[in-house]
């Protein structure tokens, strides 16, 4: 969330990092940040200007962040040949150090981020090189309320559903304020109600830390949504990593690569074959799809061929258009592209034909002209060697010779 202290949180692990002496590659993706404390070595800000974006595609403040991370998503295949250049060993150069962290700073906003495409590309293509693991950044002082805390810990909620990926909560500012309530209301429901009727009975239940608005004693709802949706997290606080962080003293940074480690073994286990399964769906569902368009492209030109037919003679069997059909896309190899332009082209002239004349019958239409130009073709070759010209093919494959 804003201010949460994600900017100075990525500072204090590159800090950390380059102390042990293993500098990490870091992308800034926040195309409206001013200024970033830490040295990208891939900003967004410097391919592309949000400002501009917002003017030259008549956007406020979010549609622009959305619309650069749209463009910027475009580019995602030399940013994945660039980081996988750093990190993949490379023979030309056995003895050089390679990148072991990559830190990619987001924008804080979940629908630019996370509910966007361009954020499911970025996450999607990242996640299919490297072990993926998300850090949702927490501000604690101001998640010490149970409706603020609650609401954190959906908004968490959506984004790992929605990523698929492992997620660490960082609990971040504890040098103001310490996150162990937090952790005891994730683990413990009855110390969760407990704080929730004191809220209640102090009056200080929906507001904001610390401050009551005297929204509360009365809130016999809300107070039992919480306590409902708590129960319903109990499952998702399982899968999480909590860790207490403080990115001004650099406090639980080391906890933090732990838990960085043991998230990415977990996604080497358990999620990446899980993304493999569901891309491979994904292929699959495409290539069904593509099928299915082409099916429907067959009937339609079956239909237009068997209008043509109709006005000729007895209509063929659909079987029997549908096996010509077939065979021409079976087959579409061994012809070559010839034959694909020539499927096309009739319809073209046809269309044409009948917007310059539509008095003219039928007959005087596509086959007539393949007959006459397969004769007047026939007749300049002196019927020899032009047996297997394109109109032949053409009027073989379509059944029409
Ligand atoms: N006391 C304390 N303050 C912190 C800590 N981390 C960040 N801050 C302060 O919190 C404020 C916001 O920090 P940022 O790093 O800019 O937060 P952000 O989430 O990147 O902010 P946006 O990009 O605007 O959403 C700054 O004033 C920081 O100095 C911390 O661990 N302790």
């Not at 609650?150 to 929605?162: D, E, Q, R, T, V």
């Not at 109600?193 to 509360?216: N, P, R, Y």
């Amino acid at each position: 969330m804003a201010g949460s202290g994600k900017t100075t949180f990525v500072q204090r692990i590159n800090s950390h990092l380059h102390s042990k002496r293993e500098p990490p590659y870091l992308m800034n993706l926040d195309p409206a940040v001013h200024s970033v404390p830490f040295d990208s070595n891939i900003d967004i800000r410097d391919s592309l200007n949000y400002k501009e974006v917002m003017r030259e595609y008549n956007l406020g403040p979010n549609g622009g962040i959305l619309t650069s991370l749209n463009i910027f998503a475009t580019k995602i295949d030399q940013v994945m040949n660039i980081l996988e250049k750093r990190t993949l060993p490379n023979p030309a150069t056995p003895n050089a150090k390679r990148i072991k962290n990559i830190i990619v700073d987001t924008p804080g906003q979940i629908e630019v981020f996370v509910w966007s495409a361009s954020g499911s590309i970025l996450l999607d293509s990242l996640a299919s090189s490297f072990p993926t693991v998300i850090a949702y950044i927490i501000d604690t002082p101001r998640t010490s309320s149970t409706s603020t805390f609650m609401s954190n810990m959906l908004y968490a909620c959506s984004i790992l559903y929605k990523t698929k990926l492992p997620m660490i909560l960082v609990f971040n500012k504890t040098d103001v304020k310490d996150a162990d309530f937090a952790k005891e209301w994730m683990t413990d429901f009855e110390s969760f109600q407990a704080a929730l009727k004191q809220e209640e009975e102090m009056g200080s239940f929906g507001g904001v830390e610390g401050a009551s608005t005297g929204l509360g004693g009365g809130s016999g709802y809300m107070g039992s949504l919480l306590n409902s949706m708590s129960l319903m997290l109990e499952e998702f606080y399982r899968h999480l990593c909590v860790v207490p962080v403080s990115s001004m003293t650099g406090k639980g940074v080391d906890e933090f690569f732990e838990a960085v480690a043991e998230k990415a073994s977990e996604f080497e286990k358990d999620y990446k074959p899980e993304l493999e399964k569901r891309r491979k769906d994904r292929q699959q569902e495409k290539e069904t799809k593509r099928g299915k368009e082409l099916g429907k492209l067959m009937e339609e030109m079956n239909v237009t061929n068997s209008r043509q037919n109709s006005s000729t003679g007895p209509a063929k069997p659909k079987a029997g258009r549908q096996k010509a059909l077939d065979t021409i896309s079976d087959t579409e190899d061994d012809l070559g592209s010839d034959v694909e332009a020539q499927l096309v082209e009739p319809d073209e002239d046809e269309s044409e034909d009948s917007e310059m004349d539509d008095e003219k019958p039928r007959q005087d239409g596509l086959e007539q002209r393949y007959r006459k130009a397969l004769a007047d073709d026939s007749k300049s070759n002196h019927g020899s060697a032009s047996e297997d010209n394109s109109f032949t093919r053409y009027l073989r494959a379509s059944q029409i010779g």
